[in-house]
C-alpha cells in the first residue's frame, strides 16, 4: 500500500534559520507529489506540488522543494523562516493518476522571533 | 475563502445521537471528499464521489454514511458514534478524479463524542 512519511513531528526554529522537512513515500510507479500547509485556525491550502518536469518545484512564499527519485523523497525547503510560517505541514502523494491524495502525519512548525 | 463550505463547525454529540455534517462547494468541481484527521496521525481518506457517484470506501465504519446529492453538495450522516470518532472531519473538492490536481479543503468540522 502506498505510504507517506515525514521523518519529523516537531521542528522549532529562530527566524532566519534554513528549514528542511523530510518527506518519503513509498510508490514504485508515477506519483505526483505535494506540500499542504495549515496555519493556525485555518484550512488547509496548496504549497507547491510537482507532476514532470523540473524536480526542483517552487511555490508560494518562498518555499521549494527537491523531487529525487531514486530516493523517493519530497523535501520541503526554505531559506530563511519568519515567524508566519509557523504551520502545520504535510507531504502528500497520488500515485496511479487517481485524485486520492495519500497524506503524511504533518510536520508542526514553530518559528519564534 | 475556499470555495469550500463546512457546516457545522463544531458539534458535540452523545453515543446514541444522530447527525450530519454539510459541505458544499462553489468551484464548480466534480469530486469531492471526506477525510478524517486526527492528532498526530495521517490525514484518513474516508469517501470520494465523482458526478454523484461514490468511487472510493477507504473500509469506513457504517456509522458514517455519506450522501452526495449532487457534485456541489455532499453530506457525512453520524450515527451511534463512538469516543475514539471525536476528530476534524474535512470535506474537500477537486476537478475530477483521474486528474492529478489540487484538492480544495474546506475548514473542517471538529466532532467531539461523549
Known amino acids: 500500500a502506498q505510504s507517506v512519511s515525514q521523518h519529523n513531528h516537531h521542528v522549532i526554529l529562530s527566524e532566519a534559520a534554513s528549514l528542511e522537512l523530510g518527506c518519503n513515500y513509498s510508490?514504485?510507479?508515477?506519483?505526483?507529489l505535494f506540500w499542504y500547509v495549515q496555519y493556525p485556525g485555518q484550512h488547509l491550502q496548496l504549497l507547491l506540488k510537482?507532476?514532470?518536469?523540473?524536480?526542483l518545484v517552487k511555490g508560494i512564499k518562498g518555499f521549494e522543494a527537491e523531487f529525487i527519485k531514486s530516493k523517493f523523497s519530497f523535501n520541503l525547503r526554505k531559506p530563511s523562516v519568519q515567524w508566519s510560517d509557523t504551520a502545520e505541514y504535510f507531504c502528500?502523494?497520488?500515485?496511479?493518476?487517481?485524485?486520492?491524495?495519500?497524506f503524511g502525519a504533518g510536520t508542526r512548525l514553530a518559528v519564534h522571533p | 475563502e475556499t470555495g469550500v463550505t463546512q457546516t457545522p463547525r463544531h458539534l458535540v454529540m452523545g453515543m446514541t445521537n444522530k447527525k450530519s455534517l454539510k459541505c458544499e462547494q462553489h468551484?464548480?468541481?466534480?469530486?469531492m471528499y471526506w477525510y478524517k484527521q486526527s492528532a498526530k496521525k495521517p490525514l484518513e481518506l474516508m469517501f470520494v464521489?465523482?458526478?454523484?457517484?461514490?468511487?472510493e470506501n477507504n473500509s469506513v465504519p457504517s456509522r458514517f454514511s455519506p450522501e452526495c446529492p449532487n457534485s456541489s453538495h455532499l453530506f457525512l450522516h453520524l450515527h451511534t458514534l463512538q469516543p475514539e470518532d471525536s476528530a476534524l472531519y474535512l470535506c474537500?473538492?477537486?476537478?475530477?478524479?483521474?486528474?492529478?490536481?489540487?484538492?480544495?479543503f474546506g475548514e473542517g468540522s471538529r466532532l467531539t463524542v461523549l
Open positions: 502528500a502523494v497520488n500515485a496511479g493518476g487517481y485524485n486520492k491524495l495519500i
Open positions: 468551484l464548480g468541481h466534480n469530486a
Open positions: 510537482y507532476f514532470s518536469g523540473d524536480p
Open positions: 510508490y514504485g510507479g508515477t506519483v505526483n
Open positions: 464521489y465523482n458526478f454523484k457517484e461514490q468511487t
Open positions: 474537500a473538492s477537486s476537478g475530477q478524479v483521474g486528474s492529478p490536481g489540487e484538492l480544495f
